[in-house]
């Protein structure tokens, strides 16, 4: 109502679930930021055209060391009703997946909270499945581990990817030729700004845009389903 014609920035996910909504007034863009991450940028690169048969995405971390303005058993990743949990929260692995790999369909997938937590909401997700180019993959995520990890395995032909976004490393084995890339000088946090300064410039090119935003709740619904 208010604005018109702006490149509107929205927290992932874009809903807790799937909504009929329209909106056409602006830009609307979900803030997915590990799209701008180098190394997620030079898979994509590198997958483009090629055979993969094998992607695995592993993602841990501890909700408690989260923040350290609140009680994690306070704040809304914990609650159910807040559209907290592991899912949701962690969604930035279904994002940069489809990113790279298109549509998911997944036929197997698992929702549970196994830990300790004082929360009332999963802990944890695994999925897997095909997608359109028969390339399996399996996603797993848990904000459970004080094993803090973000990783990415690839496998295709004459083609093996190993990327650590915790480390900002990545290993690549192309055609029996060994590549080894570090990151010294680059934090995740500056995919924030990356991800702010595409959307200041106007030419949105990496950007999550809505219809994208939108299939990952899709995916979301898919898995929910299955669990």
Same mark, same amino acid.
């Given at each position: %109502?208010?604005? %018109?014609?702006?490149?509107?920035?929205?927290?992932?996910?874009?809903?807790?679930?799937?909504?009929?909504?329209?909106?056409?007034? /602006?830009?609307?863009?979900?803030?997915?930021?590990?799209? &701008?991450?180098?190394?997620?940028?030079?898979?994509?690169?590198? *997958?483009?055209?090629?055979?993969?048969?094998?992607?695995?995405?592993?993602?841990?971390?501890?909700?408690?060391?989260?923040?350290?303005?609140?009680?994690?058993?306070?704040?809304?990743?914990?609650?159910?009703?807040?559209?907290?949990?592991?899912?949701?929260?962690?969604?930035?692995?279904?994002?940069?997946?489809?990113?790279?790999?298109?549509?998911? /369909?997944?036929?197997?997938?698992?929702?549970?909270?196994?830990?300790?937590?004082?929360? /009332?909401?999963?802990? =944890?997700?695994? &999925?897997?499945? &095909?997608?359109?180019?028969?390339?399996?993959?399996?996603?797993?995520?848990?904000? &459970?581990?004080?094993?803090?990890?973000?990783?990415?395995?690839?496998?295709?032909?004459?083609?093996?990817?190993?990327?650590?976004?915790?480390?900002?490393?990545?290993?690549? *084995?192309?055609?029996?030729?060994?590549?080894?890339?570090?990151?010294? %000088?680059? /934090?995740?946090?500056?995919?924030?700004?990356?991800?702010?300064?595409?959307? *200041?410039?106007?030419?949105?090119?990496?950007?999550?845009?809505?219809?994208?935003?939108?299939?990952?709740?899709?995916? =979301?619904?898919?898995?929910?389903?299955?669990?």
């Amino acid at each position: %109502k208010n604005f %018109k014609n702006k490149n509107i920035l929205i927290e992932k996910p874009l809903f807790e679930k799937e909504y009929l909504v329209s909106l056409k007034a /602006n830009k609307y863009l979900v803030g997915y930021n590990l799209r &701008f991450h180098p190394l997620i940028n030079l898979i994509k690169k590198k *997958i483009n055209k090629k055979k993969i048969w094998f992607y695995k995405v592993f993602s841990s971390s501890y909700l408690p060391y989260w923040r350290k303005n609140i009680h994690y058993s306070k704040s809304a990743s914990s609650m159910k009703k807040y559209g907290g949990g592991a899912l949701l929260e962690l969604s930035h692995e279904l994002d940069f997946s489809i990113y790279l790999l298109g549509d998911l /369909n997944p036929s197997k997938s698992m929702k549970k909270k196994l830990s300790d937590l004082n929360i /009332n909401v999963e802990d =944890i997700y695994e &999925f897997s499945g &095909f997608n359109k180019n028969k390339t399996y993959f399996d996603i797993s995520a848990n904000f &459970f581990s004080k094993n803090k990890a973000r990783e990415i395995i690839i496998e295709g032909k004459n083609l093996s990817i190993k990327a650590d976004l915790i480390k900002n490393e990545m290993k690549i *084995i192309e055609n029996n030729k060994e590549k080894k890339i570090k990151l010294k %000088k680059f /934090n995740i946090n500056k995919t924030y700004s990356m991800e702010h300064n595409e959307l *200041i410039s106007g030419k949105l090119n990496r950007a999550c845009t809505l219809i994208e935003g939108k299939k990952v709740l899709k995916l =979301i619904e898919k898995i929910n389903k299955l669990s």
